[in-house]
């Protein structure tokens, strides 16, 4: 009914409405434009759009927050809200709550991430299976989810049943990582993060488990080590493993050398950028919430991006405080930092977080709501509304918030300081400091008009460091602290920014500028007038080539005179760039260490954690990702990734290297002759509204033929929705005709064969899936495979929603770092490459998911 109000009150925009009056909103800066009009515009389930430009979305946002303000004591307005966060200025609503409040077109949830969990030592299938199905139920409402593996008991553990021993964590990774692959978000990849205790006896194996081509591409993976064993690698020592971890009276222990395991990490982060590490006693040791560990806070896990330690059923929304907007004559020698405006917008972006809880727990009860309202039966439902009861009871006992910031590069930038500095690292972690007190004064006086968060108990923070840093910044909000408490559970967390940054058009998050500037091409008919052709490509095409600025970079520019308007060379970038405050600061050239030394200095204002990426060059060593990760656990980072350029799977150093590995990895020698019998890949997706599958046959794991066509349709192919994985078998029909029949194994056991598959697929489907399917018989390399199946143009929308499911199933066997051909569709670069099935540009960092 809310929706239908909406229908008829609301206008409805064209997309090229929208996009060109969003562009003249971003002032031309096409890649914002399409960012914001595609993610967060306000839609209906039709695709029509309600909001014309940002505008729009803060209008909607502000009112929201203002009716949650009206219900307490000296409500903050809806101008005064508005003014905070129109033009993405100083207070950005992150990702699930920019969408969602005010959005009564869908029901899903305004937390960017969960943690979920049995909440017992429980590794029986039923807890295994439950945990799956609760990962799916949060990931189709939008969420990130992470959870741990610790409690799975290891490889070979006797079990009371038929298997007699268990098989251990891998194969449990692997489920997990399917089942995020097959959640469709609006063209959202699911989002998860694996885990596990260094302390388990299978932890090696859980390291090794992403380097097999194709496996694990659904998840993060990170590996939780205490200080015990980071003691034994400096040490060079033992270290006993256990199950169940850290036990005092284990039913398998384990010893192993440190620096045997350690050593893997490195090399598989050197080779891969995973696994992450977490810090997991620095990580409890600072955390509030795990004060409340016997009340249900104990933090078990991280959301995927690792900025977020969790509770099983916890929840967290993010919000960013924009660093750039406090910066007064930016990029003038008369540059300063307003930390008054900073301390008063803080204490404004706490309480709105505050409000969002509110707009999150009315959220929740819709979802409860429409589980009741289903028409399946209770047992189908029971596991999925337990799921948001419990999220239901976190949330509004411990009312958690994530509180962060952006524009951390070009903060410093603007402030004439050098990203990576001894002296940046010192203004950044003072900014932190300010933060952190701002903030917590906030939440305490909310407490006072609002209430402290349920649970509160002041005896059991006393001697936790964070507070005890707190009282010694600030005695009398510590005595305030203790005599009122505070309104939030954990306030803090710095997150990566990604969409929101291209909006605000700063650096993202707490990482430095990517690159100041990029050149961008455009593709041109050499026929119009006043055109100019810089080159032509391999295939014909015109294009023309110019320079792209990072806004603040131009900004920095325009102040100092320098003409943005003239074609440099890109020896003039290079010395324009040597005397700007972004020489030597870009995220390829920081100082690592330096970077490091920083998140640890700023950790310590920080209540939860850091989501960021130590970038070091192609030829970095082995032993430098040692020595940063060493000393990241020396200087308290709860976390760290370290991303070697290029080191995704399949890239090698040279040219040459890359295409021996190519036609190793991917032009097997394929029979020539059809086996009778082929594995297959069950790949589910959907097209616009239709729902597709996809079956691929594999030979060594690898694509040997693919067919797909509708799915759960009269006409189309109906297959029971656990199944992912079965035989394909070829026979001959008594015409003489080919047939392919499916066979899979029941949930009882038994074998279960569809006669006759192919007779179920569309005609024309499966005369296109069989030129196709020779391609790959014959060895074409699958990103090629890709490229071609794009460039066919075909008249028919439904063939062309065919070919679209074609490409997005053969992508998940692209080795993950294989280039491909074409440009970057926002910077015209050809460095592109293949990232878990989206096409990233190294060149400008912008990606793109098929």
């Not at 430009?53 to 009206?70: G, W, Y």
């Not at 499916?742 to 569809?754: A, S, V």
Request: charged share 30%; glycine share 6%; with cysteine.
């Amino acid at each position: 009914m809310e929706a239908e109000k909406i229908t008829k009150k609301q206008k409805v925009y064209s997309y090229k409405d929208a996009y060109e009056s969003t562009l003249q909103y971003f002032e031309g800066d096409d890649l914002a434009a399409k960012v914001w009009v595609s993610k967060y515009a306000l839609k209906d389930s039709d695709g029509n759009i309600y909001e014309r430009t940002p505008d729009d979305m803060h209008h909607r946002i502000a009112s929201e927050i203002s009716r949650i303000e009206a219900k307490y004591p000296n409500p903050l307005s809806e101008q005064e809200i508005f003014s905070l966060i129109k033009n993405f200025k100083y207070i950005i609503p992150q990702g699930s709550p920019m969408t969602g409040i005010g959005n009564d077109f869908q029901i899903a949830s305004l937390s960017n991430c969960f943690v979920i969990g049995s909440g017992t030592d429980s590794d029986s299938y039923g807890s295994i299976m439950k945990i799956d199905e609760e990962q799916v139920q949060l990931m189709k409402r939008r969420g990130g989810v992470g959870h741990d593996l610790s409690h799975i008991r290891p490889k070979g553990s006797p079990v009371k049943n038929s298997a007699l021993t268990s098989t251990g964590l891998v194969p449990f990774m692997e489920r997990y990582s399917n089942s995020t692959r097959e959640v469709a978000q609006d063209g959202r990849r699911g989002a998860l993060m694996l885990s596990v205790s260094v302390n388990h006896p299978d932890s090696e194996d859980f390291v090794n488990a992403k380097l097999e081509q194709g496996k694990i591409t659904g998840a993060n993976i990170s590996v939780r080590i205490d200080d015990e064993f980071m003691q034994a690698v400096v040490g060079k020592e033992d270290y006993v493993q256990k199950y169940p971890i850290h036990s005092k009276n284990p039913k398998v222990s384990k010893v192993i050398k440190a620096t045997d395991l350690w050593n893997k990490i490195i090399h598989n982060a050197w080779k891969s950028a995973e696994p992450g590490v977490l810090f997991w006693d620095t990580i409890i040791k600072e955390s509030l919430p795990d004060c409340y560990a016997d009340l249900g806070y104990e933090t078990v896990s991280t959301n995927p991006c690792g900025e977020i330690p969790l509770c099983p059923y916890d929840s967290c929304r993010l919000l960013a405080v924009n660093l750039l907007s406090y910066v007064e004559n930016p990029f003038t020698k008369k540059a300063k930092f307003n930390f008054e405006l900073f301390k008063e917008h803080v204490g404004f972006a706490q309480r709105m977080m505050d409000d969002i809880i509110d707009l999150e727990i009315e959220k929740i009860d819709a979802i409860i709501h429409k589980i009741d309202s289903d028409p399946e039966s209770n047992e189908i439902k029971a596991t999925e509304k337990n799921l948001w009861i419990k999220i239901r009871k976190k949330t509004i006992e411990g009312r958690r918030t994530g509180v962060g910031i952006t524009a951390e590069g070009d903060m410093l930038a603007a402030l004439n300081i050098q990203y990576g500095s001894k002296e940046g690292n010192e203004f950044s972690t003072l900014v932190h400091k300010t933060l952190a007190l701002a903030a917590y004064r906030s939440s305490v006086e909310m407490a006072k008009e609002r209430g402290a968060f349920a649970i509160y108990d002041a005896k059991r923070e006393e001697k936790n460091p964070f507070i005890l840093r707190l009282k010694e910044a600030d005695p009398q909000l510590y005595g305030d602290l203790k005599k009122y408490g505070r309104r939030n559970i954990a306030l803090l967390t710095i997150a990566p920014t990604g969409s929101t940054s291209l909006m605000s058009q700063t650096t993202s998050g707490i990482e430095p500028v990517f690159l100041p500037v990029y050149k961008r091409r455009r593709k041109v008919n050499p026929n119009d007038k006043d055109v100019r052709v810089d080159f032509v490509d391999e295939v014909g095409d015109s294009w023309e080539e110019y320079l792209v600025f990072h806004h603040r970079f131009r900004q920095w520019m325009e102040i100092n005179g320098i003409d943005t308007d003239k074609k440099y060379t890109q020896e003039e970038i290079n010395k324009i760039i040597e005397v700007s405050p972004y020489y030597k600061a870009t995220s390829n050239d920081v100082d690592w260490l330096s970077k490091v030394e920083m998140q640890g200095a700023i950790q310590k204002w920080v209540d939860h954690s850091i989501s960021v990426t130590i970038n070091v060059p192609n030829d970095a060593t082995e032993e430098l990702v040692n020595q940063l990760y060493i000393k990241a656990w020396e200087v308290g980072c709860k976390g760290v990734t370290v991303y070697r350029d290029g080191s995704r799977s399949g890239v090698l150093i040279s040219n040459d290297e890359k295409k021996e590995e190519k036609t190793e990895i991917l032009q097997p020698a394929f029979p020539t002759k059809r086996p009778h019998v082929l594995e297959a890949d069950v790949v589910r997706f959907q097209n616009n509204k239709d729902k597709w599958i996809a079956f691929v046959g594999l030979i060594d794991k690898k694509p040997y033929e693919i067919f797909t066509g509708l799915a759960d349709d009269e006409e189309g192919i109906a297959l029971p929705r656990w199944v992912n994985e079965g035989l394909i078998i070829k026979n001959r029909d008594a015409d003489g005709k080919s047939r392919y029949d499916f066979q899979f194994t029941n949930l009882r056991g038994y074998k279960t064969t569809i006669e006759g598959l192919s007779h179920k697929f569309n005609p024309e489907f499966w005369n296109y899936a069989k030129l196709i399917s020779g391609t790959l018989r014959h060895g074409m390399p699958i990103e090629n495979v890709v490229e071609l199946i794009n460039r066919l143009e075909l008249d028919s929308e439904s063939i062309n929603n065919w070919k679209a499911g074609v490409a997005r199933a053969l992508k998940r066997y692209i080795a993950d770092g294989t280039e491909a051909s074409g440009k970057c569709s926002n910077c015209g670069s050809d460095q592109v490459v293949y990232q878990e099935g989206c096409l990233i540009c190294k060149n400008c960092g912008s990606s793109k998911c098929g």
